[in-house]
């Protein structure tokens, strides 16, 4: 099972949960006539809590495991998402604390329960919601790790375009791309080390890696160490860019 979908199964508890959590507040606090026995469901929905912030660590903890392993940039879906989550950590805090500590406070941690709710359900939404969604339930597999996946099985076998057709597509990606940060006619550094002679010289200037293209393809996917990675770019966009490296 992939970690996505992992994911994306334990954020349906939590919905759950936090469904759960709204019905016994609601049944507490909103009937004039009460229908269950309150302490039973003070209790659900303590019991509640403490499940949420236990799954939401669990959660937290395979997204920044993630995070640390790829590195990546996160997506415009992938900043409000972290957003919201901090923002529930907080609320949560603050909730507790209304409750335990600052009980003068006591009729605000209702709104903030709900608020919680909210927040949840926009944080499951971005998140799980799309990518069940996109998936199709977690039947395909995600973009991302589709493209990864094809690019991974290029490695050791790519032979390098020399047609001028691919140098003049790679120059036009290097140019949007890259030649913000590397000089493509000296081996001087402007953010990143220049280009000239990469695949000539024997090895990469900072990794010291072989400079074969299987090598610089991996590089544009998992960059090495300060380099943004350029895993969203096509395969036949990166064999493209190395052609054109090739000529440098
Ligand atoms: C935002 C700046 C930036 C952009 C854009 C960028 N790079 Fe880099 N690149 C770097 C830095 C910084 C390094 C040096 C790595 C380090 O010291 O962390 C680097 C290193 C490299 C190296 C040498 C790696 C090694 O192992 O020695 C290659 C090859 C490279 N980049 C290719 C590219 C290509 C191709 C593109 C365009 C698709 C690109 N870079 C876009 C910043 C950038």
């Known amino acids: 099972m992939s970690e996505f979908f992992l994911k994306s199964i334990l954020s349906i508890f939590l919905i759950f949960l936090t469904l ?5 507040m609601f049944e507490v606090f909103g009937r004039t006539e009460k229908k269950f026995n309150i302490e039973k469901l003070k209790k659900i929905h303590r019991i509640n809590g403490w499940l ?9 903890y395979l997204c920044l495991d993630f995070i640390v392993n790829t590195r990546a940039e996160l997506s415009p879906r992938g900043a409000f998402h ?4 901090l923002t ?3 609320l949560l805090l603050l909730k507790v604390s209304f409750i335990r500590i600052y009980k003068q406070f006591y009729n605000q941690a209702k709104t903030i329960g709900l608020l919680i709710a909210l927040i949840t359900f926009g944080m499951a939404g971005t998140s799980a919601g799309y990518y069940l969604i996109v998936t199709k339930f977690g039947t395909e597999l995600f973009p991302m790790q589709k493209a990864v996946a094809e690019k991974m099985t290029v490695k050791n076998k790519i032979i390098v375009r020399t047609d001028p057709e691919s140098i003049e597509k790679g120059k036009e990606i290097y140019d949007s791309k890259c030649y913000f940060c590397h000089d493509p006619h000296s081996a001087e550094w402007i953010v990143g080390p220049g280009h000239k002679n990469i695949m000539k010289n024997p090895m990469l200037p ?17 960059p090495y160490r300060d380099m943004p990675s350029f895993s969203y770019m096509s ?14």
């Open 20 to 24: 759960s959590a709204m019905f016994t």
């Open 52 to 60: 949420y912030a236990l799954l939401y660590l669990v959660i937290a």
């Open 82 to 85: 972290s957003v919201f989550a």
């Open 88 to 90: 529930i950590i907080i």
């Open 206 to 222: 900072v990794s010291k890696r072989p400079a074969t293209p299987e090598n610089i393809m991996e590089l544009i996917i998992n």
């Open 235 to 248: 395969e036949d966009e990166i064999l493209n860019l190395i052609a054109y490296l090739n000529t440098l």
